[in-house]
């Protein structure tokens, strides 16, 4: 919390925000892995050590990887996780880096809405198809994208508001790096 201390308004409340969606999102994934890890060990059990005639272990875990990936990524972008985008502005001057990560934000942001609107789209259309195995309908696994990037532009938005601020300090020469 040290880092957000130095942040005021807005700026504070989005970087809160952000770290309570990372935490929050980190939970769900931890969760979402270790039922992955059971269901493909299960898998592994049932086809080699002990014959069980079960059937949706591959799946299941196809679905929960789906899930857990596309849900990472809001909480990469929680922590600036993405080696490309540190890579080009951590080597530009304060001024310059704050151009420049706006930019890349607000194209990632723009990315992120696109991909949940055409998400819905997906969700819609796989609604009416079923998985092979639980017949089951194919628009949960489908959901993974429409959540997965709200919650990345959402998160994406708060870094950006956070990430701002703090290069604003920097160049009002209140805060050096």
């Keep these: ?12 409340f989005a970087a809160s925000a952000a770290e309570f969606l990372t935490k929050w999102v980190d939970r769900i994934c931890v969760a979402l892995l270790v039922v992955l890890i059971l269901d493909v060990w299960l898998g592994v059990i049932v086809r080699y050590v002990w014959p069980l005639p079960i059937t949706f272990t591959e799946e299941a875990a196809r679905y ?23 890579f080009i502005y951590g080597m530009l001057p304060v001024p310059a880096a704050r151009v420049v ?8 942001i723009a990315f992120f809405v696109f991909l949940c609107f055409y998400g819905l789209g997906m969700v819609e ?33 708060l870094v950006a508001i956070r990430d701002q601020a703090r290069l604003r300090l920097q160049v009002d020469g209140m805060i050096y790096p």
């Excluded at 990560?101 to 990632?108: A, E, N, Q």
Aim: net charge positive; aromatic share 6%; glycine share 10%.
């Design 1 to 12: 919390m040290s880092e957000i201390a130095e942040l005021h308004g807005a700026a504070r």
């Design 125 to 157: 259309r796989g609604a009416r198809t079923f998985t092979m195995i639980y017949g089951l309908s194919k628009g949960l696994p489908f959901a993974a994208v429409p959540v997965g990037a709200a919650l990345a532009a959402l998160q994406l938005a």
């Design 64 to 86: 929960l990887m789906i899930w857990l990936a596309l849900l990472a990524v809001s909480a990469c972008i929680g922590r600036r996780e993405h080696i490309g985008v540190q």
């Design 101 to 108: 990560l706006l930019f890349i934000d607000l194209v990632g």
